[in-house]
C-alpha cells in the first residue's frame, strides 16, 4: 500500500486527535451511531429525540454525533487515498 501525501496531512492528523469522542459511547447509542456511520443522510429529528427519552443529554448526543461522522470521512478518505 502506498500512502499519498497532500498539503493537507497537518490539519488531517489534528482533526482525527480532536474527533475521538471522550470515552466510549453509550451502549443506548449503538444503534444510532451505526446509522450516522453507515447512512447519514437518513438520520431524523426522531432518532434524536428517542435518545434525549433514553435520558442522553443533547451535548453529548452532538459530541458523539461529530465523532462518529468525522471518523467515517477519515476512514473514507484513507481508503480513497490508498487506492490512488
Same mark, same amino acid.
Given at each position: 500500500m502506498t !500512502?499519498? +501525501?497532500?498539503?493537507?496531512?497537518? &490539519?488531517?492528523a489534528e482533526l482525527r486527535e480532536a474527533a475521538q469522542p471522550g470515552g466510549t459511547a453509550p451502549e443506548a447509542m449503538a444503534a444510532y451511531l451505526d *446509522?450516522?456511520?453507515l !447512512?447519514?443522510?437518513t438520520v431524523t429529528? @426522531?432518532?434524536v429525540e @428517542? &435518545? *434525549? @427519552?433514553?435520558g442522553l443529554s443533547e451535548d453529548e448526543i452532538f459530541e458523539?454525533?461529530? @465523532?462518529?461522522a468525522v471518523g467515517a470521512g &477519515? +476512514?473514507?478518505l484513507?481508503?480513497?487515498l490508498a487506492a490512488l
Open positions: !500512502s499519498v +501525501e497532500t498539503r493537507y496531512d497537518a &490539519l488531517i *446509522k450516522v456511520r !447512512s447519514a443522510p429529528d @426522531a432518532d @428517542a &435518545l *434525549k @427519552a433514553a458523539q454525533t461529530v @465523532a462518529t &477519515l +476512514e473514507r484513507d481508503a480513497g
